[in-house]
């Protein structure tokens, strides 16, 4: 591992200020960034750990809004009781991801901002597109874990369960950064390989989430189907939202959170019952285009849909 400067800074002015300098690289709770550095995918000259800052960790009901800072860990998101009222995707979206002590560790933020875990880009002897290769060597490859959805160019998909329920939640998000500040709708924040194959969301140099807006009160539900029960990634996701703008999103599908907007037109205005939540499943996997090795996930991914769809419940 090449050597780096470790940066504590004291308050988010003194983060932002070190975040700006040309090879910085932020850490919040380092699961990600940590395998990173060994896998020798980012060689940062400093890094800025963000991890101690209070400011950017809070929960905050205001307004119909719940206000949740960045540094706000899975194991909260899962059980702070706001979060599990208000917004039930985003908690039980948390509580599935990885393990116990990994939750302890990991941050929103992160979570969202964290990169894919095709093995071919994590392996530093692929120079594979997202690298600034000429090739992904998923699509006629190892594609057993890849995306069905959106897959010509690159076919990670993306790894943020946060991000598939904050996606149907219709949540926004704050970013701070050397030029100001910009609020982005989560589903605008991830970046689809059509307009650059090289990153996964808006993220500019120097740039933080420093706070996740979240619509409260939505009716929702998320489900995640694995191989194992624990410590695993998912085969197929599905996070929901009932109500007026009623959202059907497909995580570890696409290289983003996947809206599925068949499926929700089926749903617009009627009351979610077996009948119509294993139709708009199968209108949810419309258009999908499998790979070789993958297409066990369309029967996977349907059945996150309808059970999803039968936790949110009631009128869509
Ligand atoms: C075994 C295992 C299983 C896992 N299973 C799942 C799973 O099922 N579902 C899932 O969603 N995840 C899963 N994860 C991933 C894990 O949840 C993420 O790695 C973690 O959430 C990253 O958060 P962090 O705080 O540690 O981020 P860090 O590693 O500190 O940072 C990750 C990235 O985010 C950037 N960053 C951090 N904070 C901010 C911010 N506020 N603004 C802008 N950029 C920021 C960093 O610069 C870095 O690029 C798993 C991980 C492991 C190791």
Known sequence: MKAFTWIEPEDLAAAMSAGAQEGALFKAGGVDV??????????????????????????????????????????????????????????????AAATPQIRNAATLGGNLAQRPR??????????????????????????????VFDN?????????ATGTALTALGASLLLRGPSGERAVPVEDFFVRPQ?????????????LIVEVRVPAGRRSGYVKLMEKQSFDWPLAEAAVALGDDPRVVLGAAAPIPWRARAAEAL?????VDDALAAQAAEAAL???????????????????????????????
């Open 34 to 95: 940590g395998d990173r550095l060994k896998e020798h995918l980012d060689e940062p000259a400093t890094l800025v750990n963000i991890r101690r800052l209070r400011e950017l960790d809070f929960v905050r009901s205001e307004g119909g809004m719940l206000k949740l800072g960045p540094l706000v860990t899975l194991a909260t998101l899962a059980s702070d009781a706001r979060i599990r009222e208000q917004a039930r995707a985003l908690a039980d979206a948390a509580a």
């Open 195 to 207: 307009v650059d194959v090289t990153r996964e969301n808006v993220l500019r140099p120097g740039e």
């Open 118 to 147: 095709c093995w071919y880009f994590r392996r530093e002897d692929f120079r594979c597109r997202r690298k600034g290769g000429s090739e992904c060597f998923a699509i006629d490859g190892q594609n057993e874990m890849h995306a």
């Open 267 to 271: 749903l617009r205005g009627k009351r």
């Open 152 to 160: 010509d160019l690159c076919a990670i998909v993306h790894p943020s």
């Open 286 to 316: 419309q258009g999908v285009k499998p790979l070789q090795h993958n297409g066990y996930k369309v029967p996977i991914l349907k059945t996150a849909v309808r059970r999803a769809l039968l936790a949110a419940g009631g009128a869509a």
